[in-house]
């Protein structure tokens, strides 16, 4: 059978999908006890790490709308995802706005494509590319909480109050980020 090139791009990102699905499975098995209900699109919130190994609460955000994208440095789609955010960031940082990077590089894929996860490599790639906003290491909780990613980069707009306003797959034009920031900044 012929394979086409197109094929062994699609296969990383389908087995990156897969993964996370599981790792969603596994911690909502895990737990005797149920999930506390929340309104719909409501984030309650996460702790994750920086770059630095601090711990990061969705809380050190409170009353600011947030723009929270999930991306890998080793995806494209992320990549040419990552000018508009910086750009979004310097754009409105003297608003209540804030821009969190959420990086899929702690988890390891096994496609036949090497990912060995190196947080100094993270960090050199977050000053080479002019990063301007928070980047935190994901886990199995904070993709739990916005309920799994089918794509990369994904981005969530949250309003103020942590609710959910806008979902975007894919590389985002920054008018279309802007457009659903003030949608936030408008719904509390």
């Known amino acids: 059978m012929q394979t086409f090139g197109w094929q062994k791009i699609v296969w990383p990102h389908r087995l990156l999908v897969a993964g996370v699905v599981a790792m969603l499975w596994a911690a909502a098995v895990g737990s005797d006890e149920p999930a506390a209900p929340r309104p719909a699109g409501q984030v309650r919130g996460f702790e994750l790490e920086d770059l630095n190994g601090e711990k990061v609460r969705m809380s050190n955000f409170d009353g600011r709308a947030l723009v929270v994208v999930f991306w890998a440095s080793w995806d494209s789609s992320s990549r040419r995802q990552l000018p508009a955010l910086v750009s979004l960031q310097h754009d409105w940082r003297d608003k209540p706005v804030r821009v969190v990077g959420v990086s899929l590089d702690n988890f390891r894929v096994t496609t036949g494509v090497t990912n060995e996860f190196s947080m100094a490599a993270l960090r050199g790639f977050a000053v080479s590319n002019g990063l301007n ?56």
């Open 133 to 188: 906003f928070p980047v935190l290491l994901a886990n199995s909780d904070v993709l739990s909480e916005f309920g799994g990613l089918s794509y990369l980069p994904t981005t969530f707009v949250l309003n103020t109050n942590g609710v959910v306003v806008a979902t975007h797959q894919g590389v985002t034009e920054k008018s279309v980020l802007e457009s659903s920031l003030k949608r936030a900044l408008e719904t509390q």
